[in-house]
């Protein structure tokens, strides 16, 4: 494997799963998976299963208070995971230097539904509220103003393949030479207003999800943030491609041919000069769902003469929607980065579900609690997002083991 000198330096992250590396790896690896467990009310008065976040969030700083809500207190909480490297590039290169590119798909929503609430009793929104909190480019503002960078700083909201979207424009920052290191990511918020929408559509679970089972009744909605730092650097992981694609055959469902997803894919290859043999693990979207799983698992034999290990992660963490395509790469770059304490071994994150496999669409391999790869020679993990509107991002990442 050749580097591609676009090193994924670091990672700040925090979900369902906790935060932080350490109680991350060890929920995402544990012999029993942790649950999700009920959160906001719906309209219609059922109380769906969530992953919510329940670790203590980062205090925020009395300053920035126009951005203060949920969705930038878990970004912070991520950013201040990997604020000293980040530090440390700003003093190398200068402000002007580092970019900031992340994604969101409900920015700081939430605080608008708990402020009209107010407004609607008293006539007045809450002093504390701003409407920064809920603009689309407040996570990525936000993030540049408190770190200092006053490089390229915006947000991209493609709704669930958001945050794997920024691995692209932040690469592309690189390559041009307008930033030294670029900081993406992406974070998203719990709120009614996508968990109604998703109901609306029939497509929350009121069990855990179960991706790719025949017994599959939906998603679970998330939260979370993830953030990295890119650089153009060797060793490592490396970010290898990145492949895009947008299908546009229905605004809320996927292609049923599945080639916008294919594409994707194929870009992504591509883009790191690599054939569909060289991947050794797949980080599927896994929703659930009736329509995703199916096309997905027909996109996979698609590309893959015979599809690699592959998992659906989102039983542990919810479909975090704009975050996910993040929180989902840190899976990929955490198995990468961590072979050392798996005794030279990368642990699979496993896909848990209850095994009853369907068999209207082609089986996958998909994981099981304690499968591992030897950390030996080029490792290379994908990662696959599918959004609303069919637009769909695919990540390529590896590390040369020797």
Known sequence: MTSRSCR?????????LGGGHAQTLARLFAKVPPKLARGLELVNDEVPFVGKVTVPLAAFP?????YRCRNNALVLTAYLQIEEQVQELLNKFGPFRIGVVLGTSTSGIAATEQALRVYRTKGA???????TQHEMNSVADFIAAYAGITGPAY???TACSSSGKVFASGQALLEMGLCDAVVVGGSDSLCELTLNGFSSLELLSDEISN????????????????LFVLERAEGGVQLLGVGESSDAHHMSAPDPQGRG??????????KAMLTPEDIQYVNLHGTGTRLNDEIEARVMHTIFENPPPCSSTKPLTGH???ASGALEAGVCWLALSKAADYNDRIPLPPHWWDGEADESFPELSLTQTGQSLPAQGDICMMSSSF???GNNVALVMGCDFG
């Open 8 to 16: 994924i330096s670091t990672l700040g992250m925090v979900s369902a």
């Open 320 to 322: 975090c929607l704009g």
């Open 125 to 131: 929104f809450p002093q504390e509220y701003d409407y």
């Open 211 to 226: 991706p790719m089972s025949k017994n599959r009744k939906g998603l679970n909605i998330g939260e979370g943030a993830g």
């Open 62 to 66: 009395e300053q920035w208070d126009e």
């Open 387 to 389: 959004a609303f509107g």
């Open 261 to 270: 997803g294919a594409l994707a894919i194929s870009g992504a290859l591509q």
């Open 155 to 157: 947000t991209i909201s």
